[in-house]
């Protein structure tokens, strides 16, 4: 059954793709939000959570970028709590013959995680 076909059933192969990734980020934002770091640490932490994501069943790729100022500032020559402040992040799950690619950026203040695509392999 194609992913336009009415599917009483089940979840369409899109929407099985777009929920492994949203597993992803709840696995690492979870996983990960309130671990101490520090502007030295921060891209040891980051290369972590990429690993760590990559290993689930999936998992094209993970990139997670910090955001070095805000980090520093927070920090105060010391170290804070990790949030989805000091991180943009984009995961890539391929499962059946969809690719999906979403990113986690703050937006008004808030972690925002969404879908950017979903295309066929």
């Not at 336009?4 to 099985?16: I, M, R």
């Not at 997670?64 to 920090?75: F, I, S």
């Not at 170290?79 to 013959?97: H, P, Q, S």
Request: aromatic share 6%.
């Amino acid at each position: 059954m194609s992913d336009s076909e009415n599917n009483d059933t089940g979840p369409t192969k899109a929407e099985s793709a777009c929920f492994e990734v949203g597993i992803k980020f709840g696995s690492l934002y979870h996983q990960f939000a309130g671990t101490p770091v520090s502007p030295e640490s921060a891209a040891s932490l980051a290369r972590a959570m990429e690993d760590a994501i990559e290993n689930q069943p999936h998992c094209e790729s993970v990139t997670v970028e910090m955001d070095d100022d805000a980090l520093a500032a927070a920090a105060d020559g010391g170290y804070t709590e990790l949030t989805g402040r000091f991180m943009t992040v984009k995961i890539v799950v391929a499962r059946e013959d969809r690719t999906v690619t979403a990113r986690m950026a703050m937006d008004n203040g808030y972690p925002l995680m969404e879908i950017e695509s979903v295309e066929n392999r």
